[in-house]
Antibody
Framework: EVQLVESGGGLVQPGASLKLSCVASGFTFSDYWMSWVRQTPGKTMEWIGDIKYDGSYTNYAPSLKNRFTISRDNAKSTLYLQMSNVRSEDTATYYC????????WGQGVMVTVSS | DVVLTQTPPTLSATIGQSVSISCRSSQSLLHSNGNTYLHWLLQRPGQSPQLLIYLVSRLESGVPNRFSGSGSGTDFTLKISGVEAEDLGVYYCVQGTHAPFTFGSGTKLEIK
């Protein structure tokens, strides 16, 4: 059974940093490009970026490129999202998913940015 | 960025009724490799999104065949032939042809 399990969310203050993780199982993680997607409280879906299956290349939404970094550890079947200098507008549920076809999704992890 | 315009924003249907959702793109989604990376997702209340249709018209494994997708270029449609109670939720189209990948604003399906 395919599983993607995100963790690392919570309540953070503006300007802080946060690292989300997504552990994959049930499929060959190292064969897949992986993406992070977020959903705002108003249900708007936003693609954050993705990473090539071997970690050698990343794409980002231009508006987030300077503050968010995607990485992966294929030995641990884990995808990461490093968020820095977070803002209130980063409040959302964050999902990891497979890029090509968006066929596998995690359960999501909530991040709330507030003082 | 590619803008995906989904209509209608809400849809109210009775059980057994057939409905359609439109997704129009601000530019062609035909990739240089010949694929069109337009997919349809369903997010049921309280759940994560799930893939229904990929590459415009291909039915994801396990998805009932009352769901179908069609279209090309910039105009795409998701059809549900005979709505069932479990189909309620929000439907999103998403494009993976042009980075940054983008989502439609969603269509909420309510059951009368």
């Amino acid at each position: 059974e395919v599983q993607l399990v995100e963790s690392g969310g919570g309540l953070v203050q503006p300007g802080a940093s946060l690292k989300l993780s997504c552990v994959a199982s049930g499929f060959t993680f190292s064969d897949y490009w992986m993406s992070w997607v977020r959903q705002t409280p108003g249900k708007t879906m936003e693609w954050i970026g993705d990473i090539k299956y071997d970690g050698s290349y990343t794409n980002y939404a231009p508006s987030l490129k300077n503050r968010f970094t995607i990485s992966r550890d294929n030995a641990k079947s884990t995808l990461y999202l490093q968020m820095s200098n977070v803002r209130s507008e980063d409040t959302a549920t964050y999902y990891c998913t497979t890029t090509e076809g968006f066929d596998y999704w995690g359960q999501g992890v909530m991040v709330t940015v507030s003082s | 960025d590619v803008v995906l315009t989904q209509t209608p924003p809400t849809l109210s249907a009775t059980i057994g009724q057939s409905v359609s959702i439109s997704c129009r793109s601000s530019q062609s989604l035909l990739h240089s490799n010949g694929n069109t990376y337009l997919h349809w997702l369903l997010q049921r209340p309280g759940q994560s999104p799930q893939l229904l249709i990929y590459l415009v018209s291909r039915l994801e494994s396990g998805v009932p065949n009352r769901f179908s997708g069609s279209g090309s270029g910039t105009d795409f449609t998701l059809k549900i032939s005979g709505v069932e109670a479990e189909d309620l939720g929000v439907y999103y189209c998403v494009q993976g042809t042009h980075a940054p990948f983008t989502f439609g604003s969603g269509t909420k399906l309510e059951i009368k």
